[in-house]
Nanobody, 120 residues
Framework: QVQLVESGGGLVQSGGSLRLSCAAS????????IGWFRHVPDKAREGVSCISKSENSTYYADSVKGRSNISRDNVKNTVVLQMNSLNPEDTAVYYC?????????????WGQGTQVTVSS
């Protein structure tokens, strides 16, 4: 069964850090580009970060650039998004997606999401 599972979300104080993980099962994560997205009710989904399957290209939205790092371990079939200096505007459900990145991410598989809440 093809599955992406996010973990690492939770409640954190403003200025804190979180390490979000995306684990794949049922397929080889290394065959796909991976993206992290976030969604807040009544707002459009935002692409946060992407990493190419070869690890030689990464993307960060301006809203997280300079305080986030995306990495992948194709042996462990996981992708990690490290987020630092969190602020309340980072509060959202974070999703990882596996697919094709052609300047924009074209997801093929989605995870179920993990809630991140940043308190002020």
């Amino acid at each position: 069964q093809v599955q992406l599972v996010e973990s690492g979300g939770g409640l954190v104080q403003s200025g804190g850090s979180l390490r979000l993980s995306c684990a794949a099962s049922g397929f080889t994560l290394g065959d796909y580009d991976i993206g992290w997205f976030r969604h807040v009710p009544d707002k459009a989904r935002e692409g946060v970060s992407c990493i190419s399957k070869s690890e030689n290209s990464t993307y960060y939205a301006d809203s997280v650039k300079g305080r986030s790092n995306i990495s992948r371990d194709n042996v462990k079939n996981t992708v990690v998004l490290q987020m630092n200096s969190l602020n309340p505007e980072d509060t959202a459900v974070y999703y990882c997606a596996a697919g094709l990145w052609l300047g924009v991410m074209i997801p093929q598989f989605w995870g179920q999401g993990t809630q991140v809440t940043v308190s002020s």
